[in-house]
């Protein structure tokens, strides 16, 4: 019978110390990874929450386009503008840019679409809430509203459908106000949002990374100055026309969109 010598002992338990340490490493790591993610989707319901109870809302937001040319420059379209709107089914949303001063007012029945720089307007029939007006934009007529899903009235089920990765990433202060910091993965995009901490978790940045174009562009808009209930101005939706402007078809509507008429859409990777 063999017998180990002390110092293969003293070796043997140092080896074994050292794997169990490692184990208690992993599965902590695990954990936490676990319990990250379980905050992080914690974090984002309670601002889907939040945003859904409020009756009327407004806030003003900067938001930045970024493109990438074929040479492979990335170039960043900036506008500025307000969101207003009454549950279920009112809205009115103001952009002006470099390239395009547009507005959007929906009464819950009509969509009207106003170019004001080009005095021209047009108008669909859409009746129902603004979840519908949100889906038949994109879907019917392929003009889907940037950031829309955060207006939603269940703003977490349309923002976690089929994400494969989430992370909280601790707090960030965005605008002075102190939030925190989430980042999710999808197969053809990536979003990271900063949520206002507190009593009121309303969205104050949003980005979205596209992964099936090269250069991976992103979508930033920042909010400013939320107000909700009877801290919001009343609004009129309905479409007055003051400067008697043209009305148009849809697709006669030309610059209302964030990319400029001479910028050309390439093809995907």
Same mark, same amino acid.
């Given at each position: 019978?063999?017998?180990?010598s002390?110092?293969?002992?003293?070796?043997? /338990?140092?080896?074994m110390?050292? /794997?169990?340490l490692? =184990?208690?490493v992993?599965?902590?790591?695990?954990?936490?990874?676990s319990?990250?993610?379980?905050?992080?989707?914690?974090?984002l319901?309670a601002?889907?929450?939040?945003?859904?109870?409020?009756?009327?809302?407004?806030?003003?937001?900067?938001?930045?386009?970024?493109? /990438?040319? #074929?040479?492979e420059?990335?170039l &960043?379209?900036?506008?500025?503008? %307000?969101?207003?709107l009454?549950?279920? *089914?009112?809205?009115?949303?103001?952009?002006?840019g470099? +390239?395009?001063?547009?507005?959007?007012?929906? *009464?819950?029945?009509t969509?009207?679409?106003?170019?004001?720089?080009?005095n =021209?307007?047009?108008?669909?029939?859409?009746?129902?809430?603004l979840d519908?007006? /949100?889906?038949?934009?994109?879907?019917?007529?392929?003009?889907p509203?940037?950031?829309?899903d955060? =207006? =939603?009235?269940?703003?977490?089920? &349309?923002?976690?459908? *089929?994400?494969v990765?989430?992370?909280?990433?601790?707090?960030?202060?965005?605008?002075?106000?102190?939030?925190d910091?989430?980042? +999710?993965?999808?197969?053809?995009v990536?979003?990271?949002?900063?949520?206002?901490?507190? #009593?009121?978790?309303y969205?104050?940045?949003?980005?979205?990374?596209?992964?099936?174009?090269?250069?991976g562009?992103?979508?930033?808009?920042?909010?400013?100055?939320?107000?909700?209930?009877?801290?919001?101005?009343?609004?009129?939706?309905s +479409?007055?026309?003051p %400067?008697?402007?043209?009305?148009?078809?849809? #697709?006669?509507?030309?610059?209302?969109?964030?990319?400029?008429?001479? +910028?050309m859409?390439? *093809? &995907?990777?």
């Amino acid at each position: 019978m063999n017998k180990k010598s002390p110092k293969s002992v003293k070796i043997f /338990v140092r080896c074994m110390v050292a /794997v169990a340490l490692s =184990l208690i490493v992993l599965l902590g790591s695990s954990a936490g990874v676990s319990a990250d993610e379980a905050d992080a989707k914690r974090i984002l319901k309670a601002m889907s929450d939040y945003m859904g109870a409020q009756k009327s809302l407004s806030f003003e937001f900067d938001a930045t386009l970024e493109v /990438v040319t #074929k040479d492979e420059q990335k170039l &960043a379209l900036a506008s500025s503008g %307000t969101v207003a709107l009454n549950r279920p *089914d009112q809205i009115r949303v103001t952009r002006a840019g470099g +390239f395009a001063d547009v507005e959007m007012s929906f *009464d819950g029945k009509t969509l009207t679409l106003l170019g004001k720089n080009l005095n =021209l307007y047009t108008q669909l029939d859409v009746p129902g809430t603004l979840d519908h007006l /949100v889906d038949e934009l994109r879907d019917t007529y392929q003009r889907p509203l940037p950031a829309a899903d955060l =207006l =939603l009235s269940n703003s977490y089920d &349309a923002l976690m459908l *089929d994400v494969v990765d989430v992370k909280d990433l601790g707090s960030g202060v965005v605008g002075g106000v102190e939030c925190d910091y989430l980042a +999710f993965r999808k197969d053809d995009v990536d979003f990271q949002i900063w949520i206002a901490q507190g #009593k009121r978790p309303y969205p104050c940045r949003y980005v979205i990374t596209s992964k099936r174009i090269s250069g991976g562009p992103q979508y930033t808009v920042q909010t400013r100055n939320w107000k909700t209930g009877g801290e919001v101005a009343a609004t009129d939706f309905s +479409f007055k026309n003051p %400067t008697k402007a043209e009305k148009v078809e849809l #697709k006669d509507l030309k610059g209302a969109n964030d990319l400029p008429d001479h +910028f050309m859409k390439g *093809d &995907a990777k």
